[in-house]
């Protein structure tokens, strides 16, 4: 199997080198670029094929929300959205986390996170979850709770969260959730990654995958978020 492809766009340097030199340790992971700003950042995703791109929030020249807007964009012209965006930083406000996922970052993680946890999240943003740091998992539920605005005036992307359709009830219906797959995704709604759960639910890493695929495909959800808010909006988890 390749290496998961990474860049590290990060202007503090001392934050940079340490994360180059963890990752560059971590098996199945190769770090391949980095960028000290904004505008170099933007332009390395733009020349260079990586799987996934570690963004600091808080960049100078342009921050990391705007490049990641930026960068969608550029995306969505070349017709290629296989790079994935992890947004690091130290910001655990519900405003930057909200507008995090709002311009297109994939994964929110804290700086502070310990490298088992941040190599995890690496794999799951390459294989397509979106992975979101427990120290901010409450703000995006409440608000996944709550409703949050459709961004529909400024184009931006959301957090999808419109009630579930009739052809989604029926879908429940004929393809209902066992009752370990609700174990499953309960755990899911609270921010637990597959291995969490496979220690709560004293099963192997290994099924809870299998079980997340099944989650996945009866929900008709693209990631574990997805799933988390059909999960709230359908009353299978509250």
Known sequence: MNDIRVILIEDHDVVRIGLRTTLQNQ??????GE???????????????VD??????????????????QFRKFQAEQ???????VMLTMQGSEESVLAAFAAGADSYCMK?????????????????????DPAVANIVLRQMRQGIPDGSED???????????AEMEKVLETYP?????????????????????????????????????NILSKLCANDRTEAAVRALRSGLVS
């Not at 502070?112 to 979101?132: C, F, N, P, V, Y």
């Not at 184009?155 to 359709?165: C, E, L, M, P």
């Open 27 to 32: 098996e199945g992971i190769s770090v391949v």
């Open 35 to 49: 960028a000290a700003n904004g505008v170099h950042g933007l332009k390395l995703l733009e020349s260079t094929q």
């Open 52 to 69: 996934v791109a570690l963004v600091d929030i808080g960049l100078p020249g342009i921050d990391g929300i705007e490049l990641t807007r």
């Open 79 to 85: 017709g290629n959205n296989h790079t994935k965006i």
């Open 112 to 132: 502070d996170i310990d490298m088992k946890r941040l190599s995890e999240a690496i794999e799951a943003t390459h294989t397509g979850s979106s992975w979101i």
């Open 155 to 165: 184009g931006n992307r959301t957090i999808q969260i419109s009630a579930v359709d």
């Open 177 to 213: 959730l066992t009752e370990r797959e609700l174990e499953v995704l309960e755990l899911i709604v609270s921010g637990c990654t597959n291995e969490a759960i496979a220690e709560r639910l004293y099963i192997t890493v290994g099924t809870v995958k299998t079980h997340v695929r």
